[in-house]
């Protein structure tokens, strides 16, 4: 955002005052965002950012797919969903003329370091020195095999019966939930989009069990 603003709703517009000038007062921009990006857009640095160049946010937060789907738009500025099928949407239903992609994210897991290093033993994790990887295919393979575990040899760390799984967000509505399926979905379908329903109802025995 150098030099000019125009909001997409309001048509409110803000241009950088030329030296000597009296600053111009922040436009206020509306934005409906994902609710995980909140604490970047509530991080003082960032907040910064926006008001040394003219602009004081208003946000609000909503699921993406309720942003695409059920949010009233024409009150906001800007949206800022996760994931492209949602922004699709969004840019498809609104005529979006102006359309940016700041940022993209990884997916991360939350675990604990002994949890960890059994994954580790297991084979479906690895240390690469400063940050660790987790192996989706060897993942889904020990999940297909319905793998707890008590079944991890000498883990005397985490003796339970309970079936090796990553617990993820509500599948009919969180967006992380569908990205953590469709990676899931493409292992499970050799390492190939699954396009049709065939290919669906083919891979769906194997990542039924990852969310049921």
């Known amino acids: 955002?150098?030099?000019?603003?125009?909001?997409?709703?309001?048509?409110?517009?803000?241009?950088?005052?030329?030296?000597?000038?009296?600053?111009?007062?922040?436009?206020?921009?509306?934005?409906?965002?994902?609710?995980?990006?909140?604490?970047?857009?509530?991080?003082?640095?960032v907040i910064k950012v926006f008001r040394d160049n003219g602009i004081t946010l208003q946000i609000d937060t909503a699921g993406s797919r309720q942003i695409a789907s059920s949010v009233d738009l024409s009150k906001y500025d800007f949206a800022f969903p996760a994931g492209v099928p949602a922004a699709e949407k969004i840019k498809a239903d609104h005529k979006a003329k102006t359309v940016?992609?700041?940022?993209?994210?990884?997916?991360?897991?939350?675990?604990?370091?002994?949890?960890?290093?059994?994954?580790?033993?297991?084979?479906v994790a690895k240390d690469n020195g400063t940050w660790f990887s987790f192996d989706m295919s060897a993942y889904v393979d020990k999940v297909v095999q319905n793998k707890r575990?008590?079944?991890?040899?000498?883990?005397?760390?985490?003796?339970?019966?309970?079936?090796?799984?990553?617990?993820?967000?509500?599948?009919r509505t969180s967006n992380s939930a569908a990205m953590y399926l469709s990676l899931a979905s493409y292992v499970a379908n050799g390492n190939n989009i699954v396009q049709d329903t065939a290919q669906a109802t083919a891979v769906l025995p194997k990542v039924e069990p990852i969310f049921l």
Do not use: C
């Open 1 to 45: 955002m150098r030099g000019y603003w125009r909001s997409g709703s309001s048509s409110r517009s803000w241009s950088r005052p030329s030296r000597g000038s009296t600053r111009a007062p922040p436009a206020t921009v509306r934005g409906v965002i994902g609710s995980e990006k909140l604490p970047f857009f509530q991080d003082p640095g």
């Open 149 to 171: 575990w008590s079944d991890i040899t000498q883990n005397t760390i985490y003796q339970s019966t309970k079936s090796i799984l990553i617990t993820s967000t509500d599948i």
């Open 100 to 123: 940016h992609s700041p940022l993209y994210t990884p997916m991360a897991i939350a675990t604990f370091r002994p949890i960890l290093q059994l994954l580790i033993t297991y084979g």
